[in-house]
């Protein structure tokens, strides 16, 4: 759907010896796109950096004093388009459409040594440094990334996202892991026998030690899986 926020923007003009001066601090219209854009993505406007089509340079310097601006989203891909409307009091002065390529600095983990497929990630292996990315792009936070695995070989000087990670595996096939059933207020403790790798919080399929019987449980931490019992239904999740 599109976005559309109005600016207003209403100045009184301040007498100055250096009519110039004056003229070069007046609010443009790029001021307002720089205010939308700061709103749109929730960021700071000192931390975006846009730039525009050569043509759009006669758009953007129009002054903004004592105007009304409409700014709508019409369109994404590397570049934002977006549909301007200037108001002069009670008359639409003009209308265009602008295409903008942003980027947003943001705080972002850097890898400090290869990390290998699987290996969970500690803190001595990133580091934390201001990065330039599409507004689209969302880097992995350092609470995010510290105790979770790589999902392939992430290099030297690479930045984490989100995407590069997965929780780790807590129970290796054929590991003897400690059930806890839970039926109400009962729980009871066993011993079985992982049938396949398992993720923290993923269910997993068990056999007894003697081998006589399967079930599933969810992996809970290392090494250990609960199972619920339904009472109601007598059935096992």
């Not at 110039?20 to 406007?45: G, M, N, T, Y």
């Not at 207020?185 to 399929?205: M, P, T, Y």
């Amino acid at each position: 759907s599109n976005i559309t926020r109005r600016v207003s923007l209403k100045q009184r003009s301040i007498s100055s010896k250096n009519s110039s001066d004056e003229h070069s601090k007046e609010p443009k219209i790029r001021d307002q796109v720089r205010q939308w854009l700061s709103k749109r993505f929730r960021a700071d406007p000192n931390s975006i950096r846009v730039s525009y089509r050569e043509g759009d340079a006669e758009h953007l310097d129009m002054p903004a004093t004592d105007r009304m601006v409409e700014i709508a989203e019409v369109g994404s891909s590397s570049r934002l388009a977006l549909r301007v409307t200037v108001y002069h009091g009670e008359r639409i002065e003009s209308s265009f459409t602008i295409n903008a390529e942003i980027e947003i600095q943001r705080a972002a983990m850097i890898v400090r040594q290869d990390i290998q497929r699987g290996r969970v990630v500690e803190e001595s292996m990133i580091l934390e440094q201001n990065r330039w990315f599409s507004p689209f792009e969302t880097p992995a936070t350092k609470k995010q990334v510290i105790g979770l695995a790589s999902k392939s070989r992430i290099r030297a000087g690479a930045v984490v996202m989100h995407d590069d990670l997965e929780q780790p595996i807590v129970i290796e096939r054929g590991e003897i892991v400690s059930v806890r059933s839970v039926a109400g207020s009962f729980v009871a403790n066993r011993r079985a026998r992982a049938l396949k790798d398992a993720r923290d919080g993923e269910l997993f399929e068990l056999e007894s030690l003697d081998r006589q019987s399967r079930f599933t449980a969810r992996a809970s931490g290392k090494g250990r899986a609960v199972v619920v019992q339904n009472n109601e239904t007598g059935q096992e999740h």
